[in-house]
């Protein structure tokens, strides 16, 4: 039972476009929601957050959007730069432990 | 400020043997979580320590144990190794308090068993 799902294995974009990470999670008990950058051999790296009572929260270029009734999260990057490639994790929460995604890799190219 | 300390980096270990992992959390952060990450399986909780008490516990049988010193620093251990333990087991520290989620990760420590 995979609480949260990212269905997008991979996203590949332009530098300078916008990236979109999409999360969907079925446990309406979670009140925060993260989402963490990673890459081979190191630990996650967050990025941003949000709670559960606000519908988005925004941090230079990273934007994450959380739609309630929809279960369904998404981060936003504007613009996309190649230090950006990575994967990405969202991960849910409402008992102090993390509930991560599966993750999605994000390749920008020049 | 210094992050989270995990040692050893890399580990190799025969199948049936136990192993032990160490985690250094952030200097004041009193609550200290455990995660395994593998290929199939993305990244799973394994457990919370909070001053010392476990609070909160994931899905793994009891061969997965850990435990917090009183100066937060917290150990897993793995008994009777099997091939699908190897993976990359994974340290966050947080201050603790539910109302902040600021968890911090180490670099892990890849563990892997032959």
């Known amino acids: 039972d995979q609480q949260v799902k990212q269905n997008s294995p991979s996203l590949s974009v332009q530098e300078g476009r916008i990236s979109i990470l999409n999360c969907d999670y079925t446990?309406?008990?979670?009140?925060?929601f993260l989402w963490y950058k990673k890459y081979p051999a190191e630990g996650p790296t967050f990025l941003i957050s949000i709670s559960s009572i606000k519908d988005k929260n925004e941090d230079g270029r990273f934007t994450v959007f959380l739609n309630k009734s929809a279960k369904h999260l998404s981060l936003h990057i504007v613009p996309s730069q190649p230090g950006d490639s990575a994967v990405y994790f969202c991960a849910a929460s409402n008992t102090g432990k993390l509930i991560f995604g599966q993750g999605t890799t994000l390749q920008v190219k020049p | 400020k210094a992050g989270v300390t995990q040692t050893p980096r890399y580990l190799i270990k025969t199948r049936g043997q136990q192993v032990t992992l160490s985690c250094s959390p952030i200097?004041?952060?009193?609550?200290v979580s455990w995660y395994q990450q593998t290929p199939g399986q993305g990244l799973q909780f394994l457990f919370e320590y909070f001053s010392e008490t476990q609070r909160n516990k994931g899905n793994f049988p009891g061969r997965f144990s850990g435990r917090q010193f009183s100066n937060s620093r917290s150990e897993m251990n793995v008994s009777t190794l099997e091939l699908g333990d190897s993976a990359l087991y994974l340290c966050?520290?947080?201050?603790?308090?539910?109302?902040?989620?600021?968890?911090?990760f180490g670099s892990g420590t890849r563990l892997t068993v032959v």
């Open positions: 446990n309406s008990m979670f009140d925060y």
């Open positions: 966050a520290s947080s201050p603790g308090d539910r109302e902040n989620y600021g968890y911090t």
């Open positions: 200097s004041g952060h009193r609550s």
